[in-house]
């Protein structure tokens, strides 16, 4: 399989992408958790830890 990278603007569009699929399962999350909105809103927190993000 070849990745194709692209650029989103919103962690609430690459959860869903990720998570859309209906094979997907989520294994592992530290730091996160809840629905997809919600793990979105606490990506968007996380990264204003950091002024590189």
Known sequence: MIGKQTKGT???G???YVLKEEKSKLL???GVEGTPEQMAEQF??????NDKV
Do not use: D
């Open 10 to 12: 919103s962690f609430g």
């Open 14 to 16: 690459c959860v869903s």
């Open 28 to 30: 592992e999350a530290v």
């Open 44 to 49: 968007e927190l996380q990264s204003l830890l």
